[in-house]
């Protein structure tokens, strides 16, 4: 993989298609990208092995455009980050789905889910801020429109009860961690007008 992005931006630079700071930003795209890839591959290996892989699939690609727009909790290591994706949807798929409620109380998880993302700021990662405001906007925009699209999908679509719980954990769990974030932000503000 390594020779590939190479061999790209090694051809990038001699036809002169972008400047130093672009090449940088590619270099990290294409880090990202592998790193995603291999913690992707890991994780479907994981779930295949403990029976869960069609609900993995299901819940990751429901949940995949929200996290993607909204950002969240990310790390500088990628054992970290893997354990916590781990830990996340092994969370979402099988240990909170154990739980049994009544249908009331997952409408009810759904809609404070809808509500927390909705008033939290997006959380992108330190080495891929959002610069400008318009950038800031199309992706809230973006997170509220795909809400809206998301609730369709499991009240309309989908028929098993199963992945829609599932579904409905992994945006819960979403909601709390950028809760967690603009919660820790405000008090490191704070903390800074203290001292």
Same mark, same amino acid.
């Given at each position: 993989?390594?020779?590939?992005?190479?061999?790209?931006?090694?051809? #990038?630079?001699?036809?002169?298609?972008?400047?130093?700071?672009?090449?940088?930003?590619?270099?990290?795209?294409?880090?990202?990208?592998?790193?995603? @890839?291999?913690?992707?591959?890991?994780?479907?290996?994981?779930?295949?092995?403990?029976?869960?892989?069609?609900?993995?699939?299901?819940?990751?690609? @429901?949940?995949?455009?929200?996290?993607?727009?909204?950002?969240?909790?990310?790390?500088?290591?990628?054992?970290?980050?893997?354990?916590?994706?781990?830990?996340?949807?092994?969370?979402?798929?099988?240990? #909170?789905?154990?739980?049994?409620?009544?249908? #009331?109380?997952?409408?009810?998880?759904?809609?404070?889910?809808?509500?927390?993302?909705?008033?939290?700021?997006?959380?992108?990662?330190?080495?891929?801020?959002?610069?400008?405001?318009?950038?800031?906007?199309?992706?809230?925009?973006?997170?509220?429109?795909?809400?809206?699209?998301?609730?369709?999908?499991?009240?309309?679509?989908? *028929?098993?009860?199963?992945?829609?719980?599932?579904?409905?954990?992994?945006?819960?769990?979403h909601a709390i961690e950028?809760?967690? @974030?603009?919660?820790?932000?405000? *008090?490191?503000d704070l903390t800074c #007008?203290?001292?």
């Open positions: 993989m390594k020779s590939i992005s190479e061999a790209y931006i090694i051809k #990038l630079q001699e036809n002169n298609i972008t400047d130093e700071l672009g090449i940088i930003k590619i270099r990290y795209a294409l880090a990202v990208l592998k790193n995603e @890839l291999i913690k992707t591959f890991i994780l479907i290996c994981i779930f295949a092995l403990i029976g869960q892989l069609e609900a993995f699939l299901a819940v990751m690609l @429901l949940i995949l455009p929200i996290r993607v727009s909204t950002g969240g909790l990310h790390f500088k290591k990628n054992i970290p980050c893997f354990l916590f994706s781990l830990g996340y949807f092994i969370s979402a798929i099988c240990i #909170l789905p154990a739980l049994q409620f009544g249908e #009331l109380t997952y409408y009810i998880l759904l809609a404070l889910s809808i509500f927390i993302i909705c008033i939290c700021p997006l959380a992108p990662s330190e080495q891929r801020p959002i610069i400008s405001r318009k950038k800031y906007l199309q992706n809230k925009y973006f997170s509220l429109l795909y809400l809206v699209i998301f609730t369709l999908i499991l009240l309309v679509f989908i *028929k098993n009860q199963g992945i829609i719980i599932m579904s409905i954990w992994a945006l819960f769990l950028l809760l967690f @974030l603009k919660l820790h932000k405000r *008090k490191d #007008l203290k001292n």
